[in-house]
């Protein structure tokens, strides 16, 4: 059975807004980040961090929605910035080369550092 998946917003300030993911994100949950991650870019913020230090499974559906967020933002001119993965996440997503494409950050603090980059 996997974990529960949970979304939470930390910090949402109209220029800013951290999500914190945690659980396990796999095919049967990878619609709450979505959703979640679609409604943040909607309300117009110009950063969208997702905090993953409590994400701590991520399968081929869960990057897919990693990079559909990335391009949601980026067409909107979002900065979408990825901070404190969890070992395992990180791994995932330097092996199929994600940290290429996603701006990972190592801590909350640090991507919500201005200037976008």
Do not use: W
């Not at 979304?7 to 659980?23: C, E, F, I, P, Y």
């Not at 990335?70 to 990180?90: I, M, N, W």
């Amino acid at each position: 059975m996997t974990e529960q998946l949970t979304v939470t917003v930390g910090k949402a300030d109209g220029r800013d807004t951290v999500l914190t993911v945690s659980g396990e994100l796999d095919r049967d949950v990878t619609h709450v980040l979505e959703e979640a991650g679609e409604a943040a870019l909607a309300s117009g913020v110009e950063r969208l961090v997702l905090d993953l230090r409590g994400l701590t499974f991520c399968d081929s559906s869960g990057l897919r929605i990693l990079v559909q967020l990335h391009r949601l933002a980026e067409d909107r001119g979002v900065s979408l910035r990825l901070a404190e993965l969890h070992p395992s996440v990180s791994t995932v997503v330097e092996v199929v080369n994600l940290d290429r494409m996603l701006a990972l950050y190592p801590t909350v603090a640090a991507a919500l550092l201005r200037p976008a980059g």
